[in-house]
């Protein structure tokens, strides 16, 4: 991949991750995700292949952060008890 498609993936993945409730999970599809942030452009190929990657990785961290913010509410409750 040349050093301007990894410059844009970046800018678009951190543009993304400035979003401190990513509102999607590993099985949303990426034009949904694109659109919820205005960008109106389609990545394909290797491009394509490398954003999806790291958006997966970012609805992975969120979804973790949820469950565990759960976890962490639900033993909090139980100790309050």
């Known amino acids: 991949m040349e050093t301007e498609q990894r410059i844009r993936i970046h800018q678009l ?4 991750k400035q ?5 999607f999970d590993i099985h949303d599809e990426l034009e949904d995700i694109l659109a919820h942030y205005g960008i109106s452009l389609s990545l394909a190929g290797e ?3 490398a954003f ?3 958006v997966k990785e970012i609805a ?5 952060r949820e ?8 033993i909090d409750t139980d100790n309050q008890s």
């Open 47 to 49: 491009e394509g292949a």
């Open 52 to 54: 999806a990657a790291e």
């Open 19 to 23: 979003d401190p409730e990513f509102p």
């Open 60 to 64: 992975q961290e969120a979804q973790t």
């Open 13 to 16: 993945i951190e543009y993304i």
């Open 67 to 74: 469950i565990t913010a759960q976890v962490l509410g639900e």
